[in-house]
């Protein structure tokens, strides 16, 4: 019940954030996403009819970065924030580079309950370095912890920071992730760029469209 009420109250503000957000549910095999916001909607094409109970992989396609994808990895199994820069497909195969910021949702026990997701288009405008500023204010406002009354209905789950994490002002992890590429965690091995190339292709087979667009 506190679980669910703490989306639904989040999820009424979020819909109007000009931003586009994603909530999966981490206690749920897949992580699958059970909630996106109308920009979400917008910037990718897809409706939430299409992707409701999906993991969110299906953004990927042949440009996807792998370091990107085992950043966001490493630090979703860490119960860390991700900030990290990544080529995204909309509906229509056209792709976007995509500055994620991903913040774990814990509850009070320690139970890993949810991910927020905020995509942030990046494009090159004047406006860029304004909207990077609403950003930064918009991801401060999110929340880290789900307060509950119940007891844990779950394992709990250790938040794994490393001291450089913990350190780094907000301003300038989505400075670096905008500027640099990702780098994966020491000694995994990457998959190449053909492991992501079908992910995007597979959803349309998957929601009934014939084939999208060209990615650029």
């Known amino acids: 019940a506190d679980c669910g009420g703490f989306l639904l109250t989040f999820c009424s503000v979020a819909e109007y954030f000009p931003a586009c957000i994603v909530v999966s549910d981490m206690a749920m095999a897949g992580n699958p996403m059970v909630y996106v916001n109308r920009q979400f909607c917008k910037v990718t094409g897809y409706s939430r009819e299409e992707v409701a109970g999906l993991n969110c992989r299906f953004l990927q396609g042949p440009r996807t970065e792998p370091a990107a994808v085992a950043h966001i990895q490493d630090t979703l199994r860490r119960g860390v924030d991700c900030f990290v820069r990544i080529t995204n497909y909309r509906k229509d195969g056209s792709s976007f ?13 320690g139970v890993y309950r949810f991910c927020i ?11 860029l370095k304004a909207r990077l500023a609403k950003l930064d204010k918009l991801i401060k406002l999110l929340p880290s912890t789900l307060e509950v009354s119940s007891a844990a209905s779950g394992d709990a789950h250790g938040v794994e920071a490393t001291g450089e994490e913990t350190a780094t002002e907000l301003a300038t992890k989505l400075q670096s992730a905008l500027e640099g590429a990702a780098e994966a965690p020491g000694g995994q091995v990457l998959q190449g760029s053909d492991y992501f190339a079908d992910n995007h292709e597979t959803m349309l087979q998957e929601i009934g469209v014939a084939g999208g667009a060209a990615a650029t």
């Not at 580079?97 to 026990?109: A, E, F, G, K, Q």
Request: overall charge negative; glycine content about 4%.
């Open 117 to 127: 997701g905020v995509q942030f288009e990046v494009t090159r405008d004047t406006n």
């Open 97 to 109: 580079i995509n500055l994620l910021s991903l913040r774990p949702v814990h509850d009070s026990n």
